[in-house]
């Protein structure tokens, strides 16, 4: 079975400042991975995602991730974090060629400090 | 196009009860897929419907159950309510499933006194 872990539970950062939210996925077979943020009294938006391809994934809001299968990680970046991106962000992995039984890791809460 | 539909957005549940929660999906999507979030288990797979039937399945007591109609649309039923059950349903769909990006809606939360 695939499992996800985010090791940071909470994130702050300045304003304007980069930002790295980690991820690191366990699995015996090919995966395809997510990322997803939640706001407040929301559900889950996709930002990006990687199915096969080229490791770097660019998303939407100015967010990237790079898939590194030697390491089993996928994560997430922005180069300049506003305050509009605080926000709780989740990884999330499925089988590939499988069925839509993601696995979500326990999410980090990124807070933007104005 | 409009968005997958959950109802009721909010609802209170005394222990014993049971519950149903109802799911539309995008128009055209034909899978439907149910999680349960909570503060301390985080996001939970349900399980997952195509073309009404029931392809994959969380480890989840029998106490929960679901649906899917041959519209797609869904429903989730919670039978004798647990204080556990207390969480943020939230239902998603997409396709066909796999590596079709999945769209969630705002989920249904539910509270258990």
Known sequence: AQSVTQLDSQVPVFEEAPVELRCNYSSSVSVYLFWYVQYPNQGLQLLLKYLSGSTLVKGINGFEAEFNKSQTSFHLRKPSVHISDTAEYFCAVTLSGGYQKVTFGTGTKLQVIP | ?113
């Open chain 2, 1 to 113: 196009k409009a968005g997958v539909t959950q109802t009721p957005r909010y609802l209170i549940k005394t222990r014993g009860q049971q519950v149903t929660l109802s799911c539309s999906p995008i128009s055209g999507h034909r899978s439907v897929s149910w999680y349960q979030q909570t503060p301390g288990q985080g996001l939970q797979f349900l399980f997952e419907y195509f073309s009404e039937t029931q392809r994959n399945k969380g480890n989840f007591p029998g106490r929960f159950s679901g649906r899917q109609f041959s519209n797609s649309r869904s429903e989730m039923n919670v039978s004798t309510l647990e204080l556990g059950d207390s969480a943020l349903y939230l239902c998603a769909s997409s396709w066909t499933g796999g590596e079709d990006t999945i769209y969630f809606g705002e989920g249904s939360w539910l509270t258990v006194v």
